[in-house]
C-alpha cells in the first residue's frame, strides 16, 4: 500500500521558521517527483514547490520563492520543505504529493494527507 506521511506542522509567528518531511513508502521513491502543495481556507489548492527525481531540478511559487527550500534524501525516502520567513499568508494545510509517468503515459499520482501550518502572532 502506498503512503505518503506529512509531518512538522504547526502554529508559528510571523518571521519564523518550520520544516515539513513527508515519509513514502510502498513506492519506488527514487523514480518520482515530488512536490509541495497548499491549500488556505476558502481558496483553491496550489503548487508551492517540486523537486525532480533524482533531486537536480526544482520549481517554486513566485510567492515563496527565496523563503522556502525543497529537498529529498532518497535513502530516507523523504522530501522536506524548509520555510523561513513565514508570513500569515502562509497559513494552509500542506500536502505532499508523489507523481511518475511511464514512457507509454501512464501516470501514477499519490497524496498525502496534509499538515496544518498555522503563521500567526
Known amino acids: 500500500q502506498v503512503q505518503l506521511v506529512e509531518s512538522g506542522g504547526g502554529l508559528v509567528q510571523p518571521g519564523g521558521s518550520l520544516r515539513l518531511a513527508c515519509a513514502a513508502s510502498?513506492?519506488?521513491?527514487?523514480?518520482?517527483?515530488m512536490s509541495w502543495y497548499r491549500q488556505a481556507p476558502g481558496k483553491e489548492r496550489e503548487l508551492v514547490a517540486a523537486?525532480?527525481?533524482?533531486?537536480?531540478?526544482?520549481n517554486y511559487a513566485e510567492s515563496v520563492k527565496g523563503r522556502f527550500t525543497i529537498s529529498r534524501d532518497n535513502a530516507k525516502n523523504t522530501v522536506y520543505l524548509q520555510m523561513n520567513s513565514l508570513k500569515p499568508e502562509d497559513t494552509a494545510v500542506y500536502y505532499c504529493?508523489?507523481?511518475?509517468?511511464?514512457?507509454?503515459?501512464?501516470?501514477?499520482?499519490?497524496w498525502g494527507q496534509g499538515t496544518q501550518v498555522t503563521v500567526s502572532s
Open positions: 510502498g513506492i519506488t521513491f527514487s523514480s518520482y517527483a
Open positions: 523537486i525532480s527525481s533524482a533531486g537536480r531540478s526544482t
Open positions: 504529493n508523489a507523481n511518475r509517468r511511464t514512457l507509454s503515459g501512464l501516470v501514477y499520482d499519490y
